[in-house]
């Protein structure tokens, strides 16, 4: 998956936080699909409540994450791919490996 620092850096800054956790989500599914894995991302975005928690089912195993409304705000407001490194290195701790693409590149720099 290809994707645009300067393009992600002005969507972060433009988008308000539901919409952006919206895109890094889909973004991280796009790539999940072009490493082929069989994948399902879903999430709870309430907006009364403090956090935000999904699951990930890649290819049969789940994946579960809870995160503060707060910390992914700082992390949109602090560099265009924070939250998705947030996101890919709670995966990687639940045992998933990543595999490497130019969009992976852009979210460990």
Avoid at 27 to 42: H, R, S
Wanted: hydrophobic share 45%; aromatic share 16%; glycine share 4%.
């Amino acid at each position: 998956m290809n994707t645009s620092g300067m393009l992600r850096d002005y969507l972060a800054k433009v988008m308000d936080q539901e919409s952006f956790f919206f895109h890094v989500i889909n973004c991280m599914e796009k790539q999940l699909i072009d490493w082929g894995n069989d994948t399902m991302l879903l999430f709870d975005w309430v907006k009364m409540s403090k956090n935000v928690s999904g699951i990930f089912i890649i290819d049969g195993y789940s994946y579960v994450f809870t995160f503060e409304k707060k910390q992914l705000k700082v992390l949109q407001e602090q560099a265009p791919y924070a939250l998705d490194r947030l996101l890919w290195e709670e995966l990687v701790e639940n045992g998933f490996v990543l595999k490497e693409s130019h969009y992976i590149d852009k979210a460990f720099i």
